[in-house]
């Protein structure tokens, strides 16, 4: 199972920025993806779930109304848009993936683990 991170990068404050994560040897459309953040000194935390169909998603109190995850079964990737970005979103962003429809924001219920992506957000 391989889950590949892109799309990080350095973007001012308020600016916008996509990172994508493509999926390979697993049955994708089976899987919950969901992306999880962590900053340096700080532990890994939840940003954002999808279920199989994309049909429910959860996103974190702090990234709610900016940041929005997607998903395409048909390219096996899911996708998060990250809008009006603050220095505080500064992290390393990692997709992950738990072979379940239910939607869960526990970083220990994702079995599998993306490389993650740098975003810097300068202010």
């Known amino acids: 199972v391989q889950l590949q991170a892109c799309g990080g990068g350095l973007v001012q404050a308020g600016g916008s920025l996509r990172v994508s994560c493509a999926a390979s040897?697993?049955?994708?459309?089976?899987?919950?993806m969901g992306w999880f953040r962590q900053a340096p000194g700080k532990e890994r935390e939840f940003v954002a779930a999808?279920?199989?169909?994309?049909?429910?998603?959860v996103h974190a109190d702090s990234v709610k109304g900016r940041f929005t995850i997607s998903r395409d079964n048909a390219k096996n990737t899911v996708a998060l848009q990250m809008n009006s970005l603050k220095p505080e979103d500064t992290a390393v962003y990692y997709c992950a993936g738990r072979s379940s429809n239910a939607l869960s924001t526990l970083s220990e219920r994702y079995t599998y683990w993306g490389q993650g992506t740098l975003v810097t957000v300068s202010s």
């Open positions: 999808i279920t199989w169909s994309g049909g429910s998603t």
């Open positions: 040897g697993l049955t994708f459309i089976n899987n919950v």
